[in-house]
């Protein structure tokens, strides 16, 4: 599954703050079971607007990562929260399928 957010960087800050403190986290986050990996990404033409994607075997396995109380994750969270504003977009399944343009190779 998919957990995807929007982070919008504040006035006087950059998305390079807030790029530093996602990573710190999520190297934390992803020793967790069932973690698959995090991705943040720029919006073309605003580069203070970021979409955050994080991928989970499940979302019980996410759930139970959120109800376990890591203190240097928070404090990480917290560092950040100042001069953001986040906006969870929601959780998503992963695809049943996925629509790929054929190998043009014919591999």
Not at 7 to 26: C, F, I, N
Request: proline share 8%.
């Amino acid at each position: 599954m998919k957990f995807i957010f929007e982070v919008r960087v504040k006035e006087g800050h950059t998305a390079e703050e807030y790029a530093d403190a996602w990573v710190r986290a999520s190297e934390l986050i992803q020793q967790a079971p069932g973690a698959r990996g995090t991705e943040l990404h720029r919006k073309i033409g605003d580069p203070n607007t970021l979409i955050a994607i994080a991928s989970w075997d499940s979302k019980e396995q996410r759930d139970a990562m959120e109800g376990q109380h890591n203190p240097e994750i928070t404090e990480i969270i917290r560092s950040a929260a100042p001069f953001v504003d986040i906006t969870p977009l929601g959780e998503f399944e992963d695809p049943e399928w996925v629509v790929l343009p054929p190998d043009p190779e014919g591999v």
